[in-house]
């Protein structure tokens, strides 16, 4: 028994075993993996088993007539072969055994390896097809090599932004890959046919590939996401077959015909084209688009969009992917959206309606404008508004804070110097305020500070000081000196506390931070460059006067 024979046979044994094994221990898995070749899904469990099982037979079947098909080899060479088709044969057993292995590359990956197998041997299959024109030769090879294109193409961009697969570039370069796939295999069964080395089989299959394709892609929209679905997936086939069997009989000898031209009914293709881009009066709807995986079908955001940043012809769209759907129901796409419209005339009429007033934009504006008009309004408009609004609330802060700046006064006022300033310092949340060196980071010393067991009204850690003194009740007045010396002391009276503090400027940079909203500047605290320095504290309710002067002069 030959090899290809003993395979097909010794596989269909182990379906039939799996199946038993399957009804037997009341679970698909022995005969899906034995057929799908990779592990079931949790949806597997939850499928009633014998539709589960006699799907698995009918793929098991279709997958030995498949093996026997591929390793059966070439034919008996009947006449002798050139390198050209020596090669191509070569590379079309290689593109079946890459079809058929599994993978868990990259879908880039996949993409790039499946094309560097397969446009090698489009450009031989040109070479070595005889009976066919120069002409049609040359146009077959240019309308193969856009398919490829359009493939590394899609690719790329589904590894880029998601954004890409709504956007008319990504739905070009599918349909045009799409199409350029169809013609390439009309044009290569005619070539095969008229070259007369490949039997009627072999076409037949090849033509068969396109009732497949339509198949699958039916039963895919039946039965989305169900069990059902993946075996039907599974059983396409037909196309690795054709390509079995086209470099199995690539030995016989060709028969010798006059040149084939290129067919009239090509001619329909470019109207074709143009009747799909121009597109009829009325746009038809995808049935279950909600429900697909694909990313390309629908990308749901957490919000509608606003309805004036949606063109009015995909308005529709926006709303099917933003409303919300049934989670154990099929509904289709016409029914949600009369659903949708219904809800606008019960609007319009007064009548209380579930669904939000932004989602209802995208169906009727004109209704909906009428009660919530800034529903109208786009993205830039409520930037716009929005940026106004805090503009107004800034400047209102500012022109308060300025008033407040005006009722503070220095509380010692024969202790001038040109660095000093005076502001007032509202805190609302009880955080302190702070001197610290501008260049230096203070995250540590911040976090050793506040993980002290206790702080006073000042507490200082290396190139950092917070004040702790505001109230949460009024604003308090800070004035802040910096000296070359020590000051003179300063009587106790009149003041609640009195406190002393060091603070570190390598840079001879020492800021105190922006407490007024009118944005007062104080000035660089460090009068002396960089080094230690030393931090004295007057406080009283409302009042905090701070002196800052070179610690080596302290005392």
Known sequence: MRIYRLAASAYLVITL??????????????????????????????????????????????????????????????????????????????????????????????????????????????????????????????????????????????????????????????MAAAVATFVMMVMLLLAQRRDGRWSRVTLLIGLGTFASAFLVELVDTLTRGSTIESIAEAMD?????????????????????APLRVPAALAAVPAVLLLMVVGPEGRPYLTYTWQSDELMECWAASEPPRVADIPAHERDRAYMCSVSKPSDLRVSDQELLGRGRAACTRFAAGEPVRARPALLALLCPEVIGQRYPDLLLSSAQIGRRQAEKESVERKQREREARKEDAMCRDPWPALRTRFQATASYYDWDTLPYGIYDAEADTEEDSEAIWNAESTGVLAASGQLALIFTPSQDWATCVTAKALRSAPPPLRRKGWDEVVEADVVSESGHLVMQKLSASKVRFPNLARSGPGTYRLRLYTRPGVDLILVYPARRAA
Do not use: C
């Not at 961009?157 to 954004?163: F, L, V």
């Not at 086939?237 to 015909?257: D, F, G, I």
């Open 237 to 257: 086939v037909l196309y690795v077959v054709w390509l079995a069997r086209t470099a199995h009989e690539l030995n016989r000898e060709p028969r010798q015909k």
């Open 17 to 174: 075993g799996s199946i038993v094994l399957s009804l037997v221990i009341g679970t698909a898995t022995p005969a899906w993996l034995a057929t799908m070749w990779y592990p079931p899904g949790e949806i597997v469990g939850k499928s009633p088993l014998l539709p589960v099982l006699g799907g698995l037979l009918l793929l098991g079947l279709v997958n030995s007539w498949m093996l026997w098909q591929v390793l059966r080899g070439p034919a008996p060479m009947a006449v002798p072969t050139r390198g050209a088709a020596t090669w191509l044969r070569l590379l079309l057993y290689a593109d079946v055994m890459w079809l058929l292995i599994p993978s868990l590359l990259p879908d880039l990956v996949e993409t790039v390896i499946g094309l560097a197998l397969w446009v090698p041997a489009l450009v031989l299959l040109t070479v070595v097809l005889t009976g066919s024109g120069r002409p049609f030769r040359l146009a077959l090879l240019l309308i193969g090599l856009v398919e490829p294109a359009g493939s590394l193409a899609i690719g790329l961009m589904d590894a880029s932004r998601p954004q890409l697969f709504m956007s008319p570039a990504y739905r070009a370069t599918v």
